[in-house]
């Protein structure tokens, strides 16, 4: 089996990534952080970080057409460019510590910025650009545990944004930061041929998640669903640290 994984782990974690695709594409984030807090459960997720960054690239693709008109490019740009100042380092960092601890570490991040955003917390103005970039930053460091999208949408989401621009605005963040990471976790020999194989066998269960997933925000607003989806990230990540201690 690919990356080692036991036929039960494998099963597990192609239902994890159907339920994370049906919540990127009603949401327009949380694939990443799901799916890897699902993949922490049952293996070691750093192998597991450039399958879901090739994964996210080809879900813009299945989205495309719903974004136009409604991308906040100005935010976009700010957020990327300061995500592309940390990445490097983060990911260096990242690559450094034992399998443990990164799985410790993503769980911790998963969970600190669900609650986060489960706690309410809304700016009393729109951020400017400075305040962008400083997010695109954070981002960049959680990126390099697979969790980059977390700190934007908790940024986005405690502004007055239209839900149509957040999802618009959060897929065009999260292709472009992807974009910059796979190179950079290539350089690092996190990129193999279960890599590649991995990504191909994703698709089937990716589109059918994205179609539905886009199918529901297109029948009803997306708040309750952002908010279940939150919950079961900060369920997930709870149980993550926990399997991590042990």
Not at 115 to 136: D, I, K, S
Not at 183 to 194: K, R, S, Y
Request: with cysteine; aromatic share 8%; proline share 6%.
């Amino acid at each position: 089996m690919l990356f080692d994984l036991a036929p039960a782990a494998s099963a597990f974690l192609a239902c994890a990534l159907l339920g994370a695709a049906i919540i990127r594409g009603y949401t327009g984030f949380g694939f990443s952080a799901i799916f890897i807090a699902c993949a922490s459960l049952v293996a070691n997720p750093l192998p597991f970080i450039p399958v879901v960054f090739m994964v996210e690239i080809s879900m813009t693709l299945l989205q495309a057409r719903g974004l136009r008109g409604h991308i906040d490019w100005q935010r976009a740009c700010a957020l990327l460019s300061g995500a592309a100042l940390a990445l490097p380092v983060a990911i260096w960092a990242m690559l450094q510590l034992p399998a443990q601890i990164v799985q410790f570490l993503i769980s911790a991040i998963i969970a600190a910025l669900s609650a986060t955003m489960l706690g309410g917390w809304m700016l009393r103005q729109p951020l400017r650009r400075r305040g962008h970039v400083l997010t695109g930053m954070v981002a960049g460091c959680a990126n390099a545990a697979g969790v980059g999208g977390l700190p934007v949408a908790a940024c986005l989401g405690a502004q007055p944004i239209p839900a149509a621009t957040f999802r618009a605005t959060m897929i065009v963040f999260l292709t472009g930061i992807d974009l910059m990471t796979l190179p950079l976790l290539g350089l690092g020999g996190q990129i193999t041929a279960d890599t590649f194989v991995a990504a191909l066998m994703a698709v089937p269960f990716v589109a059918a998640g994205i179609l539905l997933g886009n199918r529901r925000f297109a029948a009803a607003p997306p708040a309750t669903f952002r908010r279940l989806a939150t919950w079961l990230l900060l369920s997930l990540s709870v149980l993550g640290m926990l399997r991590s201690l042990t």
